[in-house]
Structure formats: structure tokens, C-alpha cells
Nanobody, 120 residues
Framework: QVQLVESGGGLVQPGGSLRLSCKGS????????MTWYRQAPGKERELVAA????????TYSDSVKGRFTISRDNAKNTVYLKSNSLKPEDTAVYYC?????????????WGQGTQVTVSS
């Protein structure tokens, strides 16, 4: 059974920092591209950052570029999202997703999400 479990969310003041973690089990973690998404109330889910399985290349949305850093530790089956200079508009539920293409089939798994609230 594949599981992705996020942690590290919470309440933080504007300008503060958080590190989110997403730990996988039941999958060959290193073979999966890992992506962080977020969804704010009343808004669509949006991609925040992604890290490739092969070469570790990273991608960021324009809204977080320069403030957030995605990384992975395959030995710990964990992907991280370090967020600095947080803004109220970063408030959302943050989800991690693992995806892998095997032949013509895509395997995709989601975590349950962790709430991040940026407020004074």
C-alpha cells in the first residue's frame, strides 16, 4: 500500500519560515517525480514546486520562485519544501504528489495535505 504523508504545516507570521516534509512508503521513492501543490479556500489547486526523479531538476511557480526550495532525500523516502519570507497569500493546504511513468501507464499518488496559515 502506497502512502504519502505530509507534515510540518502550521501557523506562522508573515516573513516567517516553515519546512514541509512528505514521507513515502510502499513505493520505489527514488523513481518518482515529486511535486508540491497547494490549494487555498475557493481557489483551484496549483503547482508550487517539483523535483525530478532522475537528475533532481527543479521547477517552481513564479509566485514562490526565490522564496521556496524543494529538495529530496531518497535514502529517507522524503521530499521537502522549505518556504521562506512567507506571505498571507501562501496560506493553503499543501499536498505532495508522486508520479512515475512506466511504459504507457502513469502511477500517481497523493498525500492527505498539511495546512499552512500565514497570519499575524
Amino acid at each position: 500500500q502506497v502512502q504519502l504523508v505530509e507534515s510540518g504545516g502550521g501557523l506562522v507570521q508573515p516573513g516567517g519560515s516553515l519546512r514541509l516534509s512528505c514521507k513515502g512508503s510502499g513505493l520505489t521513492f527514488s523513481a518518482y517525480t515529486m511535486t508540491w501543490y497547494r490549494q487555498a479556500p475557493g481557489k483551484e489547486r496549483e503547482l508550487v514546486a517539483a523535483i525530478a526523479s532522475t537528475d533532481g531538476n527543479t521547477t517552481y511557480s513564479d509566485s514562490v520562485k526565490g522564496r521556496f526550495t524543494i529538495s529530496r532525500d531518497n535514502a529517507k523516502n522524503t521530499v521537502y519544501l522549505k518556504s521562506n519570507s512567507l506571505k498571507p497569500e501562501d496560506t493553503a493546504v499543501y499536498y505532495c504528489k508522486g508520479a512515475r511513468l512506466v511504459g504507457l501507464k502513469t502511477y500517481e499518488y497523493w498525500g492527505q495535505g498539511t495546512q499552512v496559515t500565514v497570519s499575524s
